[in-house]
Protein backbone atom coordinates (compact mmCIF):
# COMPACT_ATOMS: atom_id res chain seq x y z
CA UNK A 1 0.00 0.00 0.00
CA UNK A 2 1.65 3.43 -1.22
CA UNK A 3 0.13 5.79 0.92
CA UNK A 4 1.54 9.15 2.19
CA UNK A 5 1.73 8.45 6.00
CA UNK A 6 1.13 12.06 6.68
CA UNK A 7 -2.26 12.46 4.55
CA UNK A 8 -4.55 9.72 5.36
CA UNK A 9 -7.64 9.89 5.27
CA UNK A 10 -9.19 6.53 5.74
CA UNK A 11 -8.34 4.25 8.72
CA UNK A 12 -8.17 0.66 8.15
CA UNK A 13 -8.92 -1.87 11.29
CA UNK A 14 -9.79 -5.52 11.97
CA UNK A 15 -7.50 -6.51 9.30
CA UNK A 16 -9.00 -4.44 6.39
CA UNK A 17 -12.48 -5.61 7.29
CA UNK A 18 -13.29 -2.17 9.35
CA UNK A 19 -12.98 1.31 6.78
CA UNK A 20 -13.24 4.64 8.69
CA UNK A 21 -12.46 8.13 8.70
CA UNK A 22 -8.87 8.79 10.65
CA UNK A 23 -8.46 11.30 12.90
CA UNK A 24 -7.11 14.87 11.21
CA UNK A 25 -5.22 15.82 14.90
CA UNK A 26 -1.42 16.40 14.15
CA UNK A 27 1.52 16.08 16.95
CA UNK A 28 3.14 20.07 17.15
CA UNK A 29 6.51 17.72 17.86
CA UNK A 30 6.39 15.24 14.90
CA UNK A 31 4.19 16.47 12.64
CA UNK A 32 2.12 13.04 12.01
CA UNK A 33 -1.26 12.78 11.89
CA UNK A 34 -3.48 11.08 14.61
CA UNK A 35 -3.68 6.74 14.11
CA UNK A 36 -7.11 7.00 15.69
CA UNK A 37 -10.30 6.48 13.98
CA UNK A 38 -13.14 9.69 13.93
CA UNK A 39 -15.88 9.65 15.79
CA UNK A 40 -18.89 9.30 13.49
CA UNK A 41 -20.50 12.28 15.11
CA UNK A 42 -18.03 14.60 14.52
CA UNK A 43 -18.13 17.85 12.89
CA UNK A 44 -14.45 18.06 12.96
CA UNK A 45 -13.27 14.79 11.71
CA UNK A 46 -11.34 14.17 15.64
CA UNK A 47 -11.33 11.54 17.73
CA UNK A 48 -12.41 11.79 21.25
CA UNK A 49 -9.19 12.24 22.96
CA UNK A 50 -8.91 15.06 20.40
CA UNK A 51 -12.21 17.08 20.83
CA UNK A 52 -14.36 15.39 18.83
CA UNK A 53 -17.31 14.45 20.91
CA UNK A 54 -20.00 16.78 20.92
CA UNK A 55 -21.36 18.29 24.45
CA UNK A 56 -24.83 19.36 25.41
CA UNK A 57 -25.76 21.24 28.49
CA UNK A 58 -27.36 18.16 29.44
CA UNK A 59 -24.55 15.58 28.90
CA UNK A 60 -21.90 18.44 30.79
CA UNK A 61 -24.97 18.08 33.90
CA UNK A 62 -24.64 14.69 33.87
CA UNK A 63 -21.17 14.26 33.94
CA UNK A 64 -20.92 17.12 36.63
CA UNK A 65 -22.98 15.20 38.69
CA UNK A 66 -21.35 12.15 37.87
CA UNK A 67 -17.82 13.16 38.91
CA UNK A 68 -19.42 14.65 42.33
CA UNK A 69 -19.14 12.20 44.90
CA UNK A 70 -19.20 13.83 48.23
CA UNK A 71 -20.24 17.63 47.59
CA UNK A 72 -17.07 19.01 48.90
CA UNK A 73 -15.93 19.99 44.89
CA UNK A 74 -18.72 21.59 43.98
CA UNK A 75 -19.30 25.30 42.99
CA UNK A 76 -21.18 26.46 46.55
CA UNK A 77 -18.30 24.25 48.08
CA UNK A 78 -15.05 26.18 46.07
CA UNK A 79 -16.97 29.18 46.64
CA UNK A 80 -17.46 28.78 50.18
CA UNK A 81 -13.90 27.59 50.40
CA UNK A 82 -12.66 31.12 48.60
CA UNK A 83 -14.37 33.21 50.84
CA UNK A 84 -12.87 31.54 54.10
CA UNK A 85 -9.65 32.10 52.91
CA UNK A 86 -10.33 35.68 52.12
CA UNK A 87 -11.56 36.10 55.64
CA UNK A 88 -8.38 34.38 57.42
CA UNK A 89 -6.49 36.65 55.16
CA UNK A 90 -8.57 39.76 56.22
CA UNK A 91 -8.17 38.63 59.79
CA UNK A 92 -4.39 37.85 59.92
CA UNK A 93 -4.30 41.33 58.34
CA UNK A 94 -6.38 42.75 61.21
CA UNK A 95 -3.75 41.39 64.03
CA UNK A 96 -0.88 42.84 62.60
CA UNK A 97 -2.62 46.38 62.45
CA UNK A 98 -3.95 45.63 65.98
CA UNK A 99 -0.89 44.77 66.97
CA UNK A 100 -1.83 41.11 68.28
CA UNK A 101 0.11 39.07 65.76
CA UNK A 102 4.14 38.98 64.99
CA UNK A 103 6.15 37.29 62.88
CA UNK A 104 5.71 36.74 59.62
CA UNK A 105 2.51 36.92 57.12
CA UNK A 106 1.18 33.12 54.74
CA UNK A 107 3.14 33.41 52.02
CA UNK A 108 1.85 33.31 48.64
CA UNK A 109 -1.06 34.44 46.21
CA UNK A 110 -3.62 36.20 47.97
CA UNK A 111 -7.33 34.60 46.93
CA UNK A 112 -10.01 36.44 44.74
CA UNK A 113 -11.99 39.09 46.48
CA UNK A 114 -9.43 39.79 49.36
CA UNK A 115 -9.03 43.48 50.38
CA UNK A 116 -5.86 44.52 52.43
CA UNK A 117 -6.64 45.74 55.97
CA UNK A 118 -3.60 48.47 56.38
CA UNK A 119 -4.84 50.76 59.32
CA UNK A 120 -7.64 50.50 61.90
CA UNK A 121 -9.95 52.37 59.77
CA UNK A 122 -10.08 49.36 57.55
CA UNK A 123 -10.02 47.06 60.43
CA UNK A 124 -13.42 48.86 61.43
CA UNK A 125 -15.04 48.83 58.22
CA UNK A 126 -14.28 44.68 57.47
CA UNK A 127 -15.71 43.76 60.54
CA UNK A 128 -19.00 45.90 60.01
CA UNK A 129 -19.17 44.62 56.65
CA UNK A 130 -18.89 41.20 57.90
CA UNK A 131 -21.76 42.21 60.74
CA UNK A 132 -24.13 43.47 57.77
CA UNK A 133 -23.58 40.69 55.32
CA UNK A 134 -24.70 38.00 58.27
CA UNK A 135 -28.02 40.04 58.36
Keep these: ?3 DVHREKLLVTAGGKIVCLRC ?3 STRSKLQCAKPALKSSTTQKCG ?3 GRPYSADVLRR ?3 ANTLH ?3 SKAAKQRSRDNSVLLHE ?3 ALHVLGMAEGPRTRGRKPA ?3 GVHGKADVISMILERI ?3 M
Excluded: F, P, Q, S
Aim: charged share 30%; no cysteine.
Design 1 to 3: MNV
Design 24 to 26: TAR
Design 49 to 51: HHG
Design 63 to 65: IAE
Design 71 to 73: GET
Design 91 to 93: LED
Design 113 to 115: GYK
Design 132 to 134: LHR
